[in-house]
Nanobody, 121 residues
Framework: QVQVVESGGGLVQAGGSLRLSCVAS????????MAWYRQPPGKQRELVAA???????KYVDSVKGRFTISRDNAKNTVYMQMNDLKPEDTAAYYC???????????????WGKGTQVTVSS
């Protein structure tokens, strides 16, 4: 099976920084894409930052210039450095990993359980 585990969340004051990590483990043939989503209280989950299978990145407009996504392919790990945090960044942050478990197998997406980020004003 596959496990996706996020870490690095916490409570921080506005203007502070946090670094989130996400590790995918288990039976993985190829990890194609990884992305960070967030879900503020009472709102829908939204894409924050992502790596495509080709290595390109994209960000939601509200975090451009403040958040940076990076990855370590050897460790099946993706990071997100979050700087200049704002109260509106408060949310549960989730990692999604799209991968194939076997050669020629279908690609599936797997979610972690999330890590909470709270930014106080």
């Amino acid at each position: 099976q596959v496990q996706v585990v996020e870490s690095g969340g916490g409570l921080v004051q506005a203007g502070g920084s946090l670094r989130l990590s996400c590790v995918a483990s288990g039976m993985i043939f190829r990890l194609n894409a990884m992305a960070w989503y967030r879900q503020p209280p009472g709102k829908q989950r939204e894409l924050v930052a992502a790596f495509s299978s080709g290595g390109s990145t994209k960000y939601v407009d509200s975090v451009k210039g403040r958040f940076t996504i990076s990855r370590d392919n050897a460790k099946n790990t993706v990071y997100m450095q979050m700087n200049d945090l704002k109260p509106e960044d408060t949310a549960a942050y989730y990692c999604n990993a799209r991968l194939q478990q076997v050669v020629g197998g279908r690609e599936y997406g797997y979610w972690g359980k999330g890590t909470q980020v709270t930014v106080s004003s």
